[in-house]
């Protein structure tokens, strides 16, 4: 039996309970631009066409819960996935790369995706976890993969009072910073929706960076490594992707996935 995991829906759903409560609450996701592999091989479209499933499923949610609210406001207010990549000037030797795949295509035109392999989340700067675990059935099962994961927390001297300016936030701050390539006052209050607004700027400006075919200049270069994932959401949380063609850049390959017609889910979920 395939085993239903919760995290995904319980980010959205305590998403809509803050929308209730008329309170901001907001989730960054950063998550691979898209799995390991060849993103064309059918079992690598299948899983992004269930990992497009449970996006729309988190945006419909919320895009439900403004409607009930009857508040004027888009899902992206608060909720956003992003990707992380590079673009950098090729060697002319990269030229010599004519065989027609995606690899080389990437490496032709100096695009580099950087693959998101790291399981961790930090949670209002109080408590973070990092461990092995992926949102899926091998990790969640319990019956297959082993996993191990350590969360951490920091309490004021002789009380039990958290922190919400120590080391954990300090870790949030050190992604930021590596991934922006800036660190913004507005950043210090990363709920806010003046915080989302300037994170979707700056990211939806580096992905167009990295998807543009013109020379690359220091003005020209992305600003950073983290991309705005190319889906597009509407005001009722329906996805659809965000390049012209609907395909990842140097690829013939689906953003959205593809249902395959011969792989068991099993596999793939």
Same mark, same amino acid.
Request: contains cysteine; glycine residues 6%; proline residues 6%.
């Given at each position: 039996?395939?085993v239903? =995991?919760q995290?995904?829906?319980e980010i959205s #759903?305590?998403?809509c ?6 309170r901001r ?7 691979p ?9 059918p ?13 729309a499923?988190m945006y419909?949610?919320?895009a ?7 508040i004027?406001? /888009? ?8 990707c #992380? ?7 002319d030797?990269?030229?010599?790369? =004519?065989a027609?795949?995606?690899a080389?295509?990437?490496?032709r035109?100096?695009?580099g995706?950087?693959y998101? /392999?790291?399981k ?19 990790s969640?099962?319990?019956?297959r @993969? ?5 969360g951490?927390?920091e ?9 919400? @300016? $120590? /080391?954990v936030q300090? #870790?949030?701050k ?23 607004r300037?994170?979707q ?5 580096n992905?167009e960076a990295?998807? *543009?075919?013109r020379p690359?200049?220091e ?5 950073g490594h983290?991309l705005?994932?190319?889906?597009k959401? *509407?005001?009722h ?8 063609d $609907? ?5 013939t390959a689906?953003i959205?996935? =593809? ?8 596999l793939?979920v």
């Amino acid at each position: 039996a395939v085993v239903s =995991t919760q995290s995904t829906g319980e980010i959205s #759903l305590q998403i809509c309970e803050m929308i209730e409560k008329g309170r901001r609450f907001t989730a960054y996701i950063l998550v691979p631009l898209f799995p390991e592999g060849d993103p064309s091989a059918p079992h690598i479209q299948e899983i992004l066409f269930w990992q497009t499933k449970t996006m729309a499923m988190m945006y419909r949610k919320i895009a439900k819960a403004i409607r009930r609210a009857n508040i004027d406001a /888009h899902p992206c207010d608060y909720l956003n996935f992003f990707c #992380l990549g590079k673009r950098e000037a090729p060697p002319d030797a990269m030229q010599m790369l =004519t065989a027609d795949t995606s690899a080389n295509k990437m490496a032709r035109n100096g695009r580099g995706m950087i693959y998101v /392999h790291s399981k961790a989340m930090v949670v209002d700067d109080i408590y973070a976890i990092v461990g092995s675990a992926n949102i899926n059935q091998r990790s969640m099962d319990g019956r297959r @993969d082993t996993e191990i994961a350590m969360g951490c927390w920091e309490v004021q001297p002789n009380t039990e009072n958290l922190v919400t @300016d $120590g /080391h954990v936030q300090g #870790l949030r701050k050190a992604l930021w910073v590596e991934h922006f390539g800036v660190y913004e006052d507005i950043f210090e209050k990363p709920t806010s929706i003046e915080c989302v607004r300037r994170v979707q700027e700056l990211a939806s400006k580096n992905w167009e960076a990295y998807i *543009s075919n013109r020379p690359l200049t220091e003005d020209s270069a992305p600003k950073g490594h983290i991309l705005s994932y190319p889906i597009k959401v *509407s005001r009722h949380g329906e996805l659809s992707a965000a390049t012209p063609d $609907g395909y990842f850049p140097d690829t013939t390959a689906p953003i959205l996935g =593809t249902k395959s017609s011969y792989l068991p889910s099993r596999l793939t979920v």
